[in-house]
C-alpha cells in the first residue's frame, strides 16, 4: 500500500510562484489519483509489498507509470520552497566544478525545461560515477531506471503551470529556479556523497542502497494513518 505523502507546506505558501489553485487540482486531484491508481493496480500482486522505488525499478506499463508520477510528484514538491535559498558547501563547489557555475547550470535547466516536447519532467542528478548532470525525461520517466540519484526535479506537465502562467512555460521555469529547495537538494547530495553510489557499478538489486535513499528521502514528513 503506498501513502499520499503530506504536502511539505500549506497551499497557498508558493503563492504568487504556484496559486493554491493550482496545487489544489495538483496535488488534490492529480497525485492523488496516481496514488490511488497505483494501489488499485498493485493489489493482490507481487507489488503489493514493494517500496515505491522497488516498483518503479522492476514494473513497466501502466504499474510503472502510475508508481513514477507518485515518485516524481512528492520529488516535486519536495523540491520547492516558498522562500529563495542558494547551494552552499560542498554541493556548490561541485556544481562549480562540474557546471563551471551556478548561473550555467540555470540556463542549462531552463533550457532543458524549454525544449522538452510535450509532458515531462527536468532533472538535477548525479550519476553513478558521481557527475552532476541536467536531465529531461517524457511523461512518467524519472532518473531511477539509469540509476542517477535525482537531487531536484520541475514537473514541465501543462497541469503544474497552466492556471498560473498559461502558456508561458519559460516564464514558469525562471520562476521555479527561485523556489528550489537547495535544503532538501542538499540532503540528497549527502546521503549519496560516499563509496556505495560513486565509482561503484550500480546493483538491480530492488532492496539495494538506491532504493533504500530513495524512499528514505520520500519518506520524510509522510502522513501516517
Ligand atoms: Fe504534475
Keep these: 500500500m503506498i501513502e499520499l505523502p503530506k504536502l511539505p507546506f500549506a497551499k497557498d505558501a508558493l503563492e504568487p510562484f504556484i496559486s493554491a489553485e493550482t496545487i489544489e487540482y495538483h496535488y488534490g486531484k492529480h497525485h492523488t489519483a496516481y496514488v490511488n491508481k497505483l494501489n488499485e493496480l498493485i493489489k493482490d500482486t507481487e507489488y503489493e509489498d514493494m517500496s515505491l522505488s522497488s516498483i518503479i525499478r522492476s514494473s513497466d506499463g501502466a504499474i510503472f507509470n502510475n508508481s513514477a508520477q507518485v515518485f516524481n ?17 560542498k554541493l556548490l563547489a561541485k556544481i562549480n566544478n562540474d557546471f563551471g557555475s551556478l548561473e550555467v547550470l540555470k540556463e542549462e535547466f531552463i533550457k532543458a525545461g524549454t525544449t522538452l516536447f510535450g509532458s515531462g519532467w527536468v532533472w538535477l542528478v548525479r550519476e553513478p560515477k558521481g557527475q552532476l548532470a541536467v536531465k529531461k525525461t517524457e511523461n512518467a520517466h524519472n532518473p531511477l531506471g539509469s540509476h542517477q540519484i535525482p537531487l531536484f526535479v520541475c514537473d514541465v506537465w501543462e497541469h503544474a503551470y497552466y492556471i498560473d502562467y498559461r502558456n508561458l512555460r519559460p516564464k514558469y521555469l525562471e520562476e521555479f529556479w527561485n523556489h528550489i529547495n537547495w535544503d532538501f537538494a542538499t540532503k540528497a547530495f549527502d546521503k549519496t556523497d560516499n563509496d556505495i553510489f560513486i565509482g561503484t557499478e550500480p546493483c538491480n538489486d530492488i532492496h539495494d542502497p538506491f532504493c533504500q535513499v530513495l524512499d528514505e528521502l520520500q519518506n520524510q514528513d509522510r502522513v501516517t494513518s
Design 73 to 89: 510528484h512528492t520529488f516535486y514538491w519536495k523540491s520547492l520552497s516558498a522562500s529563495k535559498s542558494a547551494p552552499s558547501g
